[in-house]
């Protein structure tokens, strides 16, 4: 019989320089975050200059402006380098320029949230083919792209990482508003792709050492709705979820630092749902 001992320790608690709340620090990490003019992504980029780690905020190049003075606010606050890239993900000369970029201003990338994403209106069975295609570049095309950039660099540098997709519960289940489908079918269809892309890289990374690992965001309160929903329309979406509200985007950054840090060391492939137990149903 071996004797597995020394490959699992069994109280490694008791180690004098074992601290489990050590495991959750990013320091010395560098990350970079898609949609960090958002609601969600700039929350996480805060969550992980807070951790320790050097971060890049990436979105659209119109904005930039906005971007910069996020950045000098989370550098001044958290004492880490942040950084402002204009990129837009859906589109593969300046997802190409984002890898060259974040290698010079970063020096390499050890976690990634891949959280770009858009939820366009019409979208259901009529959808204009426009919109549909819109729709898989920036959600789904992008996420690719990213994830790749980010996996290529880990691996060329000769080091693991984490990478985090955003899903969403569109993406597992057809959610129900009032007893009709709810206006994101090309939406939702682009999320469950997420999801098994994330679920795939997970497998044909781990032997570099790098985890993929997927959230699924229920209503969380962002610039994804705009000015677009009414008071009706709110309780409506909380029908289905037994929480009864909307969750602020700093309910993510727990999970977030969670999967970026070595706390998650053995949690790959999976997706984690933040949703308010909405997807009980
Ligand atoms: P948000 O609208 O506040 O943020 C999305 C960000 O993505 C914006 O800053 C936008 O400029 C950026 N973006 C859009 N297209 C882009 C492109 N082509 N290139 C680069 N950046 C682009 O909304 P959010 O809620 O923070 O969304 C973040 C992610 O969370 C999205 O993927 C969204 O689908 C997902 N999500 C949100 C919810 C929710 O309830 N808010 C639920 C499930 C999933």
Request: hydrophobic fraction near 40%; aromatic fraction near 8%.
């Given at each position: 019989?071996a004797?597995?001992d020394?490959?699992?320790?069994?109280?490694?608690?008791?180690?004098?320089?074992h601290?489990?709340?050590?495991?959750?620090?990013?320091?010395?990490?560098?990350?970079?975050?898609?949609?960090?003019?958002?609601?969600?992504?700039?929350?996480?980029?805060?969550?992980?200059?807070?951790?320790?780690?050097d971060?890049?905020?990436?979105?659209?190049?119109?904005?930039?402006d906005?971007?910069?003075?996020?950045?000098?606010e989370?550098?001044?606050?958290?004492?880490?380098?942040?950084?402002?890239?204009?990129?837009d993900?859906?589109d593969?000369?300046?997802?190409?320029?984002?890898?060259?970029?974040?290698?010079?201003?970063l020096?390499t990338?050890?976690?990634?949230?891949?959280?770009a994403?858009?939820?366009?209106?019409?979208d259901?069975?009529?959808?204009?083919?426009?919109?549909?295609?819109?729709?898989?570049?920036?959600?789904?095309?992008?996420?690719?792209?990213?994830?790749?950039?980010a996996?290529?660099?880990?691996?060329?540098?000769?080091?693991?990482?984490?990478l985090?997709?955003?899903?969403?519960?569109?993406?597992?289940?057809v959610?129900?508003?009032?007893?009709?489908?709810?206006p994101?079918?090309s939406?939702?269809?682009?999320?469950?792709?997420v999801t098994?892309?994330?679920?795939?890289?997970?497998?044909?990374?781990?032997?570099?050492?790098?985890?993929?690992n997927?959230?699924?965001?229920?209503?969380?309160?962002?610039?994804?709705?705009?000015d677009?929903?009414s008071?009706?329309?709110?309780?409506?979406m909380?029908?289905?979820?037994?929480?009864?509200?909307?969750?602020?985007?700093d309910?993510?950054?727990?999970?977030?630092?969670?999967?970026?840090?070595?706390?998650?060391?053995?949690?790959?492939?999976?997706?984690?749902?933040?949703?308010g137990?909405?997807?009980?149903?």
């Amino acid at each position: 019989m071996a004797n597995f001992d020394d490959r699992y320790p069994l109280d490694k608690w008791r180690d004098a320089d074992h601290s489990v709340m050590q495991e959750f620090s990013l320091a010395g990490k560098k990350g970079f975050v898609t949609g960090a003019a958002g609601g969600i992504g700039r929350s996480a980029a805060a969550a992980w200059a807070e951790a320790g780690a050097d971060v890049a905020l990436v979105d659209l190049p119109a904005k930039l402006d906005q971007l910069e003075s996020l950045a000098a606010e989370m550098s001044d606050k958290y004492g880490v380098t942040v950084v402002a890239i204009g990129c837009d993900v859906s589109d593969p000369d300046s997802v190409a320029a984002l890898k060259t970029t974040l290698v010079d201003r970063l020096g390499t990338v050890d976690i990634a949230f891949l959280n770009a994403g858009v939820c366009l209106t019409d979208d259901s069975i009529d959808i204009p083919f426009d919109k549909w295609q819109k729709t898989l570049d920036i959600n789904l095309s992008g996420a690719f792209m990213t994830g790749q950039i980010a996996h290529q660099i880990m691996r060329e540098h000769g080091h693991g990482g984490s990478l985090i997709f955003t899903s969403s519960t569109a993406g597992h289940t057809v959610l129900n508003m009032g007893g009709f489908p709810a206006p994101n079918m090309s939406y939702g269809v682009t999320k469950a792709g997420v999801t098994r892309y994330t679920q795939y890289l997970a497998a044909a990374l781990a032997p570099y050492g790098i985890r993929s690992n997927a959230i699924t965001p229920g209503y969380i309160w962002s610039g994804i709705f705009g000015d677009s929903v009414s008071e009706e329309g709110h309780d409506a979406m909380l029908q289905m979820v037994p929480e009864r509200r909307f969750a602020r985007n700093d309910e993510l950054q727990g999970l977030l630092v969670f999967l970026a840090s070595d706390a998650s060391a053995y949690v790959t492939g999976t997706d984690t749902p933040i949703d308010g137990g909405l997807l009980v149903y």
